[in-house]
């Protein structure tokens, strides 16, 4: 299968979502490296190879869909988020039934948990993304998140806010977006 | 769990693929009322219904082919749906149903559409310079599909009409764009 990296993806997928079907085995072989990455991250190994796989399938079946204004590791990994969370809630249901079979009408405190677990980890993962950025640009990510605003003209601002989110964009690529 | 790369591979491939014909699919269906708009109000509803399935049946094949297929489609799309509506709404608000009175203004309307049809295309099309001549050429082919459902309803002399105008409302703009 041939092979690519991750700066090529963006190029690729764009080619894929317009129907050049050569762009299929490097997008393949860039993705499903990161994919089963991200699921083992969040997942129980049982767990991680199939949430890795439906996010793959998501992702070929929606290639069509992608806009290529839009970068394509973040759409990716969006789906493969998507699909965490749902592995995570059909093994809440698994549990719940399971306890309800056996007649235990116990807490299903252990999903809830897990989400919580899945997004303190994203909490950590942002937070050391946004370390990597300069002192100016958190501060401009930080005011924007409080709704507050710098004091300097509106365009300006918003200037600031979006070459920061490029940044941290970037910077999230490199750090999580790697197998 | 544990499927091999070769089985999860064509697996991804065939859901792109299907991925590709929902979204032709779903594209050519949005354009299916113009068809059903034109056999409406048109009198030759069996040229109609053959035109009509013609021009989505080509309208799918774009969008599933993709490439130059697809960016030569939406132009196309555009420049033809003049020249089907011009002579359906002409077929429409004539009071005396399919009378030899409403047929006197089918050439003007197969005219008038044609030539802002050939208009919009020689705006809106790929130009051959820098995209190549296939996008042009299916934009063509799309828009003149497009025209044929609604110009068919006054017969060969009307798609002659629409073909004429066409051209010269598309010639001098290209002829000037140095295509």
Not at chain 1, 110 to 132: H, I, K, Q, S, Y
Not at chain 1, 139 to 144: A, K
Not at chain 1, 161 to 175: F, I, N, P, S
Request: a positive charge; proline letters at 5%.
């Amino acid at each position: 299968m041939e092979d690519g990296s991750l700066a090529d993806l963006q190029g690729l997928m764009a080619r894929l979502a317009d129907g050049d079907r050569s762009a299929f085995p490097p997008v393949y072989a860039i993705l499903w490296p990161v994919l089963r990455s991200l699921t083992a991250r969040h997942l129980p190994a049982a767990d991680a190879e199939d949430a890795a796989q439906e996010a793959l399938l998501r992702i070929f079946r929606r290639a069509a869909e992608f806009d290529a204004r839009r970068s394509a590791l973040a759409w990716a990994l969006g789906i493969a988020r998507w699909e965490i969370r749902t592995a995570h809630r059909r093994r809440q249901r698994r549990r719940e039934d399971a306890l309800a079979a056996g007649g235990d009408a116990g807490p299903a405190a252990d999903g809830n948990m897990e989400d919580a677990l899945l997004e303190r980890d994203m909490v950590r993962m942002m937070e050391e993304t946004m370390g990597a950025l300069s002192p100016v640009d958190r501060e401009t990510l930080d005011l924007f998140r409080s709704g507050e605003r710098a004091a300097v003209a509106a365009a300006t601002f918003r200037k600031r806010v979006e070459r920061a989110l490029a940044r941290l964009r970037a910077a999230w690529e490199v750090r999580h977006g790697r197998s | 769990m544990g499927v091999p790369e070769s089985v999860l591979a064509d697996r991804a491939r065939r859901a792109y693929e299907g991925g590709h014909l929902v979204s032709a699919g779903r594209r050519a269906l949005l354009l299916a009322p113009l068809p059903v708009l034109a056999l409406g109000c048109g009198c030759q509803p069996r040229t109609t219904v053959i035109a009509g399935a013609l021009f989505l049946a080509a309208v799918f094949f774009c969008y599933w082919r993709g490439g130059e297929f697809r960016r030569g489609a939406g132009p196309g799309i555009a420049a033809g749906i003049v020249p089907l509506l011009a002579p359906s709404l002409c077929q429409a608000a004539c009071t005396h149903g399919c009378s030899p009175q409403m047929m006197t203004w089918m050439p003007l309307a197969c005219g008038a559409g044609g030539l802002a049809g050939g208009l919009l295309l020689a705006f809106l099309a790929p130009r051959p310079a820098l995209e190549g001549v296939r996008p042009f050429l299916v934009a063509c082919v799309i828009a003149s599909l497009a025209g044929a459902v609604g110009c068919l309803a006054y017969g060969a002399t009307g798609l002659v009409i629409m073909a004429a105008a066409f051209s010269i409302g598309a010639l001098p703009v290209l002829a000037m764009k140095k295509a």
